[in-house]
């Protein structure tokens, strides 16, 4: 890993994107259309202790489940990886599932996290503070802001299985981009007093300043600390009412998510998996609970 000496500017070293060392795209070097379906992979801790290469079973999952919904390949589908090696990644057969794979070295990946002692720069009387330590890894999907050579992109948790008819999803993107919607998200009240966001399926339109800001207020804990995740930056920056008016105007394409291994079953989110084993392999009570 590269070391990187601490920027005097800015939450990342002047460069890092043209960096191949800290940023690197494999398949198609540039955008082949306007839009792009965006998940990720990072080979850390997440919120349900998830074994690590179960995050690979994921990814194939929303990955083919969105390939079923779009089959006529009008949008770009994207992995940003993180930790994760080209090998590895051959093994889980994500290669040919993805038109781009963007490399983050997870060195750059950063994210303050917050406990119950530590002082909070802001905060909402009543917030229950949860007690999770993924928040790097959950940073990831802060850089689909960085992928400026799209019009516009969905971003979507692994744990999402895509149900939604062909052509609905890119009826979607079409109506948000032409109506210059920049940012959508889902609103959320769980365990806070005030309205946020859940970030596990969003529609953005890239830019580089917007990231500069996103990153650099995870980086520092500038936000409401609540689910100790890049949620909690987001609803920070973005006005989470007005994506009650939003999911209103714009119906949101059917998906699963976080439901259990059980019901992903019943919807056929697992149909056509490279290695139906893995599936087998998640072992324990949570585990099931929780895909």
């Given at each position: 890993?590269?070391?990187?000496?601490?920027?005097?500017?800015?939450?990342?070293?002047?460069?890092?994107?043209?960096?191949?060392?800290?940023?690197?795209?494999?398949?198609?070097?540039?955008?082949?259309?306007?839009?792009?379906?965006?998940?990720?992979?990072?080979?850390?801790?997440d919120?349900?202790?998830?074994?690590?290469?179960?995050?690979?079973?994921?990814?194939?999952?929303?990955?083919?489940?969105?390939?079923?919904?779009?089959p006529?390949?009008?949008?770009?589908?994207?992995?940003?990886?993180?930790?994760?090696?080209?090998?590895?990644?051959?093994?889980?057969?994500?290669?040919?599932?993805?038109?781009?794979?963007?490399?983050?070295?997870?060195?750059?990946?950063?994210?303050?996290?917050?406990?119950?002692?530590?002082?909070?720069?802001?905060?909402?009387?009543?917030?229950?503070?949860?007690?999770?330590?993924?928040?790097?890894?959950?940073?990831?999907?802060?850089?689909?802001?960085?992928?400026?050579?799209?019009?516009?992109?969905?971003?979507?948790?692994?744990?999402?299985?895509?149900?939604?008819?062909?052509?609905?999803?890119?009826?979607?993107?079409?109506?948000?981009?032409?109506?210059?919607?920049?940012?959508?998200?889902?609103?959320?009240?769980?365990?806070?007093?005030?309205?946020?966001?859940?970030?596990?399926?969003?529609w953005?339109?890239?830019?580089?300043?917007l990231?500069?800001?996103?990153?650099?207020?995870?980086?520092?804990?500038?936000?409401?600390?609540?689910?100790?995740?890049e949620?909690?930056?987001?609803?920070t920056?973005?006005?989470?009412?007005?994506?009650?008016q939003?999911?209103?105007?714009?119906?949101?394409?059917?998906?699963?998510?976080?439901?259990?291994?059980?019901?992903?079953?019943?919807?056929?989110?697992?149909?056509?998996?490279?290695?139906?084993?893995?599936?087998?392999?998640?072992?324990?009570?949570?585990?099931?609970?929780?895909?």
């Amino acid at each position: 890993l590269v070391h990187l000496p601490t920027a005097s500017r800015g939450v990342l070293p002047v460069g890092w994107k043209q960096n191949r060392s800290l940023f690197r795209v494999s398949g198609l070097k540039a955008a082949a259309r306007p839009f792009a379906f965006v998940t990720a992979a990072c080979k850390g801790r997440d919120v349900h202790n998830t074994p690590v290469m179960r995050h690979l079973v994921r990814v194939e999952v929303v990955a083919r489940t969105f390939r079923k919904a779009e089959p006529t390949r009008s949008m770009d589908v994207v992995l940003l990886n993180s930790g994760f090696t080209a090998l590895e990644l051959r093994n889980a057969s994500l290669p040919s599932l993805f038109d781009r794979i963007v490399h983050i070295a997870p060195e750059i990946l950063r994210f303050k996290t917050y406990t119950h002692g530590s002082k909070h720069k802001l905060y909402v009387p009543g917030t229950v503070l949860q007690n999770r330590r993924d928040g790097q890894c959950t940073s990831i999907k802060l850089f689909s802001w960085a992928l400026t050579e799209y019009a516009g992109i969905v971003v979507s948790d692994s744990d999402v299985c895509v149900r939604s008819i062909p052509g609905d999803l890119l009826r979607w993107v079409h109506k948000l981009h032409n109506s210059s919607v920049q940012f959508m998200a889902l609103p959320e009240h769980r365990h806070r007093p005030y309205m946020g966001l859940n970030s596990h399926w969003m529609w953005l339109v890239p830019s580089m300043a917007l990231f500069e800001v996103l990153a650099t207020n995870a980086e520092y804990g500038h936000f409401l600390p609540s689910t100790n995740g890049e949620q909690d930056v987001l609803e920070t920056v973005f006005y989470p009412p007005r994506m009650q008016q939003l999911k209103l105007l714009y119906r949101v394409p059917s998906h699963l998510h976080g439901a259990s291994i059980r019901d992903m079953y019943k919807k056929n989110c697992f149909r056509n998996i490279s290695d139906p084993s893995a599936i087998g392999h998640i072992g324990g009570k949570k585990d099931q609970k929780h895909w």
